[in-house]
């Protein structure tokens, strides 16, 4: 029990509270106006254009802290209260998004190597439990070590998530700096939301390296 306690319901707490926080600090901020009057668009739009991307297009996404930015097609995508807002949080999210573009265009190998997991990812992450509990049920143990060996890609990719996001954001950061969109004051703010955000990455590796753990316990018991 105290194992399942500790891959799961540990985890769990701790991903929900990364994600109350990363909610509250979005909407506290997003009602304080950014005292350059931009949009969170129009601060992608700048940052893109000062680094030479400007065939990089900026669309508005549906949704709640949808924003993300998309390597396939190269292009940034902003839930509408970032697109429209005018606020600190809009600057702080729609700087940290354009911040994948900027590791895109340099060839960061954090963000080429997760890129290149993704496929294997995908298709890990829709397979790994058929094999898991054919496994269980079929008594068959190496359909179980590939189960496993499925969720450890899942893994790695949430643990190369980690630096591809503080990157991204310690790029934000520079480039809110170096072109004067964000002064002393603000400064906080924008930190505090693009912090809160990486918690829930931070969480969400935690939990899966947990679980990872437990399978691996449990199978050698067996």
């Given at each position: 029990m105290s194992a399942f306690l500790l891959?799961?319901?540990?985890?769990?707490?701790?991903?929900?509270?990364a994600q109350h926080r990363v909610k509250s600090t979005f909407a506290k901020n997003l009602e304080v106006p950014a005292s350059h009057g931009m949009s969170g668009a129009e601060v992608a739009r700048r940052i893109l254009d000062s680094n030479g991307l400007h065939e990089v297009p900026i669309e508005e996404t549906p949704g709640t802290l949808s924003d993300h930015y998309d390597p396939r097609s190269r292009s940034v995508h902003l839930s509408p209260e970032v697109y429209h807002g005018r606020s600190i949080s809009s600057t702080a999210v729609g700087s940290h998004e354009v911040g994948h573009a900027l590791q895109h265009a340099a060839s960061y190998s954090f963000f080429q190597f997760r890129s290149a997991l993704w496929p294997a990812v995908s298709f890990a992450s829709n397979i790994w439990m058929l094999f898991l509990f054919g496994g269980i049920f079929l008594n068959i143990l190496g359909f179980i070590y590939v189960a496993i060996g499925l969720y450890a890609i899942?893994?790695?990719f949430q643990i190369v998530t980690l630096p591809v996001e503080f990157d991204a954001s310690r790029r934000a950061?520079?480039?809110?700096g170096d072109l004067g969109?964000?002064?002393s004051s603000e400064a906080g703010g924008v930190g505090s939301v693009l912090t809160a955000a990486a918690w829930t990455y931070v969480a969400g590796a935690l939990a899966a390296i947990a679980m990872l753990l437990y399978y691996l316990s449990l199978l050698s018991n067996r």
């Open positions: 891959a799961f319901l540990v985890p769990m707490a701790i991903g929900l509270w899942a893994v790695l950061k520079r480039q809110l969109l964000v002064g």
